[in-house]
């Protein structure tokens, strides 16, 4: 199993982006899907993840209220709607995949995840 983010770049204080991430191999419909970030000098951590199974998601306090995931089975792919973004959003994000028997689960940690992307960086300038 492959997984490739993208979507990341440079954005203004307030602005938008949305992040993508693809699946290769796998079943990707059984997958529970997450992201996660890593700010400079810090812990990566939580951002949001979806279940499998009508569209259970979950988020971090953070994040809640300005980001949505979502994912498109039929393209193997998960996204993450960013809107109104702050400098403190800047990072380093990762998609992450499981296997899940339950498709209402949305893990948040990240030792529940065993795919990995390689990672997009956000920039959020002031």
């Known amino acids: 199993v492959q997984l490739q983010a993208s979507g990341g770049g440079l954005v203004q204080a307030g602005g938008s982006l949305t992040l993508s991430c693809v699946c290769s191999g796998g079943i990707f419909s059984r997958y529970t899907m997450g992201w996660f970030r890593q700010a400079p000098g810090k812990e990566r951590e939580f951002v949001a993840s979806i279940g499998w199974s009508g569209g259970r998601a979950s988020y971090a306090d953070p994040v809640k209220g300005r980001v949505t995931i979502s994912r498109d089975d039929a393209k193997n792919a998960v996204y993450l709607q960013m809107n109104s973004l702050k400098p403190e959003d800047t990072a380093v994000y990762y998609c992450?995949?499981?296997?899940?028997?339950?498709?209402?689960?949305?893990?948040?940690?990240?030792?529940?995840?065993?795919?990995w992307g390689q990672g997009t960086k956000v920039t959020v300038s002031s």
């Open positions: 992450a995949g499981r296997w899940s028997d339950d498709g209402f689960y949305t893990g948040r940690g990240q030792d529940v995840y065993d795919y």
